[in-house]
């Protein structure tokens, strides 16, 4: 087996992938340089040669195409790359998008609606329809074609659509099952250009495959690394008008590589922002404007919407929290808590944000007229979806899995749920909670420009991908709070560089800290320094 080409600098990120039972030749290179031409052979996907004949149909016989995709960024992002592909290859399509606030997810009552006004000849869904047999059914009946694209989890019951691509299907022989829907319908974009004879690149595209990817917390192994890791460079590129201005407007450095992380925590919560508070249509249009200044303008609006909803969630949040107090939840096996008016599109961050807080799975859910929608979120491990499943007598419907969930109940019958899911919680008090993995001390022979590089190799992380908690000993120079109770550091390694180091929220520690000190956290490139320079953002620091 020869070795890769691919060179790691630092003995630190070598011994960590080493653990990985990574050693040199092609698992290593795959994994260091993953490329497009690793990707899974496509043909034996289930049925995506039957939605590339009938989508060709339907583009040289010109006719109208409704694109369904769901509300989210996976959604979003799938829908925005098949319109665009359908137009650039001549084809008619009208966009639309679920709404959490007018018929919710999938292809609701509301939603059959707004595609029967369009007349279409042939349907696709994107990111939903697995479940809907209902509505596909009255489509199908009506003798409108439905291609349904997705990666949600797929009933017993057959589903009523000439095409069904799903890598869940028992049937399809894909070897990789990660794809989300954004990955999927690029593989259908393909088999159509190759159906059509047509010449296109699809690599234009990869952006908003990693931002779909990353934002759907898609495992970010063998294909989706390969998708993303390319996706990255296209966005950093910004070639694309409306994400260029959103990442303008953010004030994303593109001078540097891009990671995961800033799509999961910086570019995925302001596309999903307008689709919390209000339709996500605003987002979508951000994604395929091609004019920069309504661009910008698109972009602005966007970022106003993603501030609005941090307001909002901090104000349900303390509510939330005044809630628990209040029921005498403190001590309970789980907290489930609501309220008239809080926002459902935002309930579910909310539960997160408790649930990591308490350390107990929570449920916050938001009323309107007596109908309350809510989110499920746990601690690691703990079975969600096996507990609210004994639930059901009191809920209206209830879906998802083991680590977040959604249900929807009646206000009469949110004291009988939160007391049947308290005791279904309580049962299974002693679920197997993950171990944390071990911080990676860094090697005192490393220069840390050296491990920060070899870092970017690792890229994307995240999940069924995680990138190392690094630890350093260092000798500690100076310790301060600064503005908004966070710790700022300055550090001195052993070989005597400097090192930044910022621990947000971990300013009360500063008059605590002296001499030699051991460092947990993230290893980051120092923008205000410049330079090679590099700084901590600090998870833990003790002294030695």
């Known amino acids: 087996m020869s070795e890769t080409t691919v060179r790691l600098r630092s003995k630190t ?23 497009l031409s690793h990707l899974s052979q496509p043909e034996a996907m289930a049925d995506r040669a039957k939605c590339a004949q009938r989508l060709a149909r339907a583009v040289r016989e010109g006719e109208q195409i409704v694109v369904f995709g769901d509300y989210d960024c996976d959604g979003m992002t799938a829908a925005a790359i098949l319109c665009d592909v359908i137009e650039e290859l001549g084809g008619r ?31 696709v869904t994107c990111d939903c329809g697995s479940s809907d047999h209902a509505t596909l059914g009255q489509l199908t009946s009506a003798g409108t074609d439905v291609i349904v694209i997705d990666h949600h989890l797929v009933p017993a019951e057959p589903l009523p659509a000439f095409a069904f691509l799903n890598p869940h299907r028992p049937e399809c022989g894909f070897a990789y099952k990660g794809l989300s829907s954004c990955g999927l319908v690029l593989s259908v974009a393909a088999a159509l250009r190759a159906e059509l004879g047509a010449k296109l690149d699809l690599r234009q595209w990869l952006d908003l495959v990693a ?21 990255l460079s296209t966005l950093r590129n910004a070639e694309r008008a409306g994400i260029r201005a959103l990442l303008d407007v953010v004030g994303i450095d593109r001078s540097a590589p891009l990671s995961a992380a800033d799509i999961a925590f910086r570019i995925a919560p302001r596309l999903n922002a307008p689709g919390r508070l209000q339709d996500p249509d605003l987002a979508f249009h951000l994604m395929r404007e091609r ?34 107090e209040a029921s005498g939840q403190s001590e309970s096996p789980a907290i489930v808590v609501g309220r008239e008016g809080w926002n459902h599109g935002i309930v579910g961050i909310v539960a997160g944000r408790l649930a990591e807080e308490l350390n107990r799975p929570t449920v916050v859910i938001g009323f309107e007229e007596g109908v309350g929608r809510g989110s499920l979120r746990g601690p690691a491990g703990f079975p969600l979806f096996d507990a609210l499943s004994e639930c059901a007598p009191h809920l209206n419907r209830f879906g998802g899995h083991q680590a977040a969930a959604g249900m929807e109940v009646q206000i009469e019958k949110l004291h009988a749920f939160r007391a049947a899911y308290q005791k279904a919680c309580a049962a299974r008090a002693d ?23 070899d870092l970017e190799l690792l890229e994307p992380c995240g999940e069924q991908n995680p990138g190392p908690r690094l630890s350093l000993r260092c000798s500690l120079r100076s310790a301060r709070e600064v503005r908004g109770g966070h710790l700022k550091v300055d550090l001195r390694t052993s070989t005597g560089r400097r090192v930044g180091g910022f621990g947000p929220g971990m300013g009360q520690l500063a008059e605590t800290l002296k001499g030699e000190v051991c460092v947990e956290g993230e290893l980051r490139p120092d923008r205000y320094a410049g330079g090679d320079a590099v700084e901590f953002l600090v998870r833990k620091i003790a002294a030695l």
């Open 291 to 324: 004019d920069p200044e309504r661009a910008l303008h698109l972009a602005e609006q966007v970022e106003a919407l993603c501030r609005r909803r941090r307001e909002d969630q901090a104000k349900i949040e303390a509510e939330a929290r005044a809630e628990v």
């Open 211 to 231: 931002i779909g990817t990353v934002a759907d917390v898609a495992p970010l192994t063998d294909d989706n690394r390969a998708l993303v890791r390319a996706g």
């Open 431 to 453: 679920y197997e909670v993950p171990l944390p993995p071990s911080p990676l001390e860094i090697e005192a022979g490393d220069d840390l420009s050296d491990v920060l590089c």
């Open 13 to 35: 990120i070598a011994r960590f992938v080493a653990a990985r039972g990574l050693a040199v030749g092609s698992d290593l290179e795959r994994y260091l340089a993953p490329k």
């Open 93 to 123: 399509c009208t966009p639309l998008l679920a709404s959490r606030f007018d018929g919710g997810y999938g292809v609701s009552e509301r939603a059959l609606e707004k595609i029967r006004d369009v007349s279409p000849d042939l349907v």
